[in-house]
Nanobody
Framework: QVQLVESGGGLVQAGGSLRLSCAAS????????MNWYRQAPGKERELVAT????????NYAESVKGRFTISRDNAKNTVYLQMSSLKPEDTAVYYC?????????????WGQGTQVTVSS
């Protein structure tokens, strides 16, 4: 059974930091690209950060570049999102996503989300 379980969300003041974790099970984690998405109330879900299966390459939304860092530990089947200099506009539910392309098919899994609230 595939599971992605996020943790680490919470309430933080502007300028503060949080580290989100996503523990994966039920699939071969090291072969999958991992992503963090977020969805604020009334807005569409947006891609925040991506890390390739080996961890050798990362990519970020412009709005979080220089403030957020995605990393992974393939030995622990876990992906992280270190968030610093948080702003009220970072308030959202953050979702962990695993994605893999096999031939012409794309497969992905989602976590249940963790709430991040940044107060001004």
């Amino acid at each position: 059974q595939v599971q992605l379980v996020e943790s680490g969300g919470g309430l933080v003041q502007a300028g503060g930091s949080l580290r989100l974790s996503c523990a994966a099970s039920g699939f071969t984690f090291r072969y999958w690209t991992m992503n963090w998405y977020r969805q604020a109330p009334g807005k569409e879900r947006e891609l925040v950060a991506t890390i390739t299966s080996s961890g050798g390459s990362t990519n970020y939304a412009e709005s979080v570049k220089g403030r957020f860092t995605i990393s992974r530990d393939n030995a622990k089947n876990t992906v992280y999102l270190q968030m610093s200099s948080l702003k009220p506009e970072d308030t959202a539910v953050y979702y962990c996503n695993a994605k893999r392309e096999v031939g012409i098919k794309e497969y992905d899994y989602w976590g249940q989300g963790t709430q991040v609230t940044v107060s001004s």
